[in-house]
């Protein structure tokens, strides 16, 4: 009997030896609705490598990771090698409790309870994280470098494609940003998806199933987010508000006054005087002496569910979309209407594009003048204001649009198409151009193909040497004048590229850096594009004169508007320092983001400015931002269609304090 057994434990013994591994994990990364990269996994006991790369537009990690994980799924070491997103050389490193990745190094030995979140992860990596926190006592664990990380399992799904079906779960993940991170699980535990309108990754050959992904998170969130809304945004009793001993800033007319009341009723600004007779019955706030000044506007955005609250808590009431997917936006609008979620008034551009390796993380992409013409068509058919020419459009495709665009009352803008130039895009049509790279590169008629990471990286090494006050220069200037052209610098943006240094806090948020949460804070030290040997002085003097060139428009009367391209609410801040950085006065700067704003997408007559008959926006400030535009950021209050916000407690809904 015991030879019996000793033979079947040898057996059994051999048996697990010839045990082959599981088969590699593919999945598909899309990015704007279509296929962008992959991620492959292979696994070997508690070893994991991890192959992931995307292209976006020319740029896009690629990455190799090897990672060891303990029998809670704890990360006990993690090597990521490769290129980041800007291409970027990547070396990181955790092992025995200490990380290392070049823009950061720490350790925390012997906390063998906490996961390491890496800079530089793949996908793969949150299924991990969602591993550890589902084995974890309550549900919680440390983060490293930072934070705290929880999961909650929200709901489950049977998807079908290609004839197979598939259940998953989905659970949402806190501690990794602003709001919960939703991350579906198969019944294994391992990673079947991460959605977004913007970008997903998907086991492969899944990838029709995205929609009804989103669809499901939606509706799960939707009842947590219209929750925060009913709590934070307050309706006044009695139908409406009197706001008495305000200094308030009028853009039209340029002047601060004090003691000044406004009454509102509804959502609507009844009356704006000193000394005014307020009515009874309507609740009452006291400035305090504060600042009010009108809701403020960002010009270019791209939004996403988190960045409604970030924009009411800064002051934020009015934003126009720049490039988006159409069903998600329209939608999200329409909660912010509801007041089924918390965000600003949204004007819509519809991004067109040209397919191509370069394409545009859109599906609006046309070859030919039927399909661009279809495009701005149905974009007009569904109350978009302005349509959006990106870098893949075929040059002999741009007329066309804008003459069928402005058929139908829209706007015309965008990036300057490859193989065309500023001056180009002005003598089709172009009604604004945005990011102020495209008006340098105007004067390089040696780098044409534009739709690669060179739009970037050549301003950054010539822009410092451009003559301001070149006769070339000048005449464009005075073109941009005559026509009328609006600029949209986003400088913010390039502040980021050509002045961050890995390591080191991002100039762009070094002074909020503090308050956000603690995952959030740590992406700001990745630094920004790579700056080739001996050229970093270069890179500086470069947007130096990137601000130098918005002050010459200024100073030229060429209309500018405060868009941001970057991180909701607080990114705005920064663009106004920056104005007045490069010379421009501060109550300028305000009425730019104000009602400059509102004039240029013609919604002047109903916000832009406190005054009788116009809408309920307005922001109380904890300072002067018409004298010192950073009290921009002391944010008390913010009235948008009528409803009262706390800034602050709007803020801490998502982690900012």
Known sequence: MRNRLLTFAALALAACAHVSPPPPQTRAFILGGHRAGTETVTT????????????????????????????????????????????????????????????????????????????????????????????????????????????????????????????????????????????????????????????????????????????????????????????????????????????????????????????????????????????????????????????????????????????????????????????????????????????????????????????????????????ALAAVDNYAKLGYEQIKIYSSVKPELVPPIVRRAHEHGLRVSGHIPAFMRAEDAVRDGYDEIQHTNFLFLNFWPDIQDTRTPVRFTAVGERAAALDLQSPPVQAFIGTLREKKIVIDPTLTIFEGMFVSRKGAMSPSYEVIADRLPPQVRRGFLSGGLPVPEGMDQRYRDSFRNMLAMVKALYDNHIPIVAGTDAMAGFSLHRELELYVQAGIPPAQVLRIATLGAASVMKHDDILGSVAPGKLADLDIIDGDPSTNISDIRRVVTVIKDGKVYDAKAVAAEIGVH
């Open 44 to 371: 070997s006991g508690n070893t994991r490598t991890i192959d992931f790369e995307f292209n976006d537009r020319g740029r896009g990690p690629k990455t190799h990771t090897v990672m060891t994980t303990d029998g809670h799924s704890v990360t006990t070491s993690l090597k990521n090698d490769g290129c980041d997103y800007f291409r970027v050389p990547v070396a990181e490193t955790f092992a025995n409790g200490a990380w290392s990745n070049g823009a950061e190094k720490g350790s925390a030995p012997g906390n063998g309870n906490a996961f390491f979140v890496s800079m530089y992860g793949p996908p793969e990596e949150t299924a991990v994280l969602a591993r550890a926190l589902l084995a974890a006592p309550g549900q919680r664990l440390a983060l490293l470098p930072a934070g705290e990380g929880s999961i909650r399992r929200v709901g489950d799904l049977n998807v079908s494609a290609g004839g197979r079906t598939q259940h998953i779960t989905c659970y949402e993940i806190d501690g990794l940003g602003f709001t919960p991170s939703p991350v579906w699980l198969d019944d294994r535990d391992e990673l079947f998806a991460s959605a977004s309108s913007w970008s997903s990754v998907i086991a492969d050959g899944w990838d029709s199933v995205v929609p009804r992904l989103l669809e499901a998170q939606d509706k799960w969130r939707d009842e947590a987010v219209s929750r925060a809304a009913r709590r934070l945004a307050h309706v006044p009793t009695g139908g409406g508000i009197v706001i008495t001993n305000a200094r308030l800033f009028d853009p039209v007319t340029m002047t601060t006054t004090p003691g000044t009341t406004i009454v509102i009723r509804g959502n609507r600004v009844e009356s704006v005087g000193a000394g005014i007779t307020a009515p009874e019955g309507l609740e009452r706030i006291d400035a305090q002496g504060r600042t009010v000044i009108p809701g403020l506007w960002d010009m270019h955005t791209h939004n996403s569910p988190d960045d409604g609250m970030l924009d009411i808590a800064n002051g934020i009431t009015s934003v126009r979309d720049l490039a988006n997917d159409t069903d998600f936006l329209l939608d999200l609008r329409k909660k912010y209407e509801r007041g089924d979620a918390i965000g600003p008034r949204i004007v819509m551009a519809g991004i067109i594009d040209g397919p191509g390796q370069y394409a545009g993380p859109t599906k609006v992409l046309v070859d030919n003048e039927e399909q």
